[in-house]
């Protein structure tokens, strides 16, 4: 997969991109990860890239120009997302989604936003990554890159595998334990020390359902559950 970022703060990514799981998909060439600084797109002497909103009003609006020009340079087909608190929030299943793209686009605007024009013309899609207010999409395409690259193909080891993910079939995940066995007083449930595959895997399911009633009931309507 390809992933062409589109900033004004190019340099935001780079610590982000050189740590963990996502440098290690680089690496091994699951992912091809580009960041466009909007400024070599500007078209002025100045390599202005906002400028005053008609109409007036406090703040700038990113320019269109260097927007469209940025992304003419972005191989097709493509997904193009804009990331904006208008947007559709993001989850597990929107992430699957988009990590079957061959190419995707993530347009990061700043100040208040992007000219509408480009938006109609050049975003696929707008996505929010919650009900909060943030600066820009510099984060919010963090975010997105980093729930869609770990669900690549080769990109998790068996070890940390997708499948005992939370959110894996909608549901929460189970607690976990590791030594040691006692700590101030507490101990590990009995069942994780006995051995016995089947019954471990029987708590985690039952954990993994008390957790998502308790915690978030609202899950348990969208979740894929079996008949057990
Ligand atoms: C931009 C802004 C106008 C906030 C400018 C570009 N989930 C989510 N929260 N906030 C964002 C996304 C986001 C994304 C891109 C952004 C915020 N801003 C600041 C401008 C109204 C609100």
Not at 129 to 141: F, M, R, S, T
Not at 174 to 189: A, C, I, L, M
Not at 203 to 208: L, P, S
Request: charged residues 30%; glycine residues 8%.
């Amino acid at each position: 997969m390809r992933i062409d970022i589109i900033t004004i703060f190019p340099e935001l990514f780079k610590p982000f991109l050189q740590f963990g799981i996502i440098k290690k998909a680089c690496e091994k060439n699951a992912v091809d990860i580009q960041t466009f600084d909007l400024r070599n797109y500007a078209t002025d002497k100045h390599q202005m890239v906002d400028d005053y909103p008609y109409g007036g009003g406090p703040g700038m609006v990113l320019k269109p120009e260097p927007i469209w020009r940025a992304l003419d340079e972005l191989p097709h087909p493509r997904r193009v997302v804009f990331l904006t608190p208008q947007g559709q929030t993001f989850d597990q299943e929107k992430a699957w989604e988009l990590s079957q793209e061959k190419n995707l686009a993530l347009i990061c605007g700043r100040y208040e936003g992007i000219d509408e024009r480009v938006r109609e013309k050049l975003v696929d899609e707008e996505i929010s990554i919650g009900d909060y207010v943030l600066n820009g999409g510099e984060v919010p395409a963090m975010v997105i890159m980093e729930a869609v690259i770990r669900l690549l193909p080769d990109v998790l080891g068996d070890e940390d595998s997708v499948v005992g993910d939370s959110f894996y079939q909608g549901l929460l995940d189970h607690p976990h334990y590791t030594r040691p066995e006692e700590f101030k007083g507490q101990r590990v449930p009995q069942v994780l020390l006995s051995g016995d595959h089947k019954k471990i895997a029987n708590w985690r399911k039952k954990e993994r359902l008390r957790q998502t009633l308790l915690k978030r009931p609202d899950l348990l309507k969208k979740a894929n559950l079996d008949s057990e």
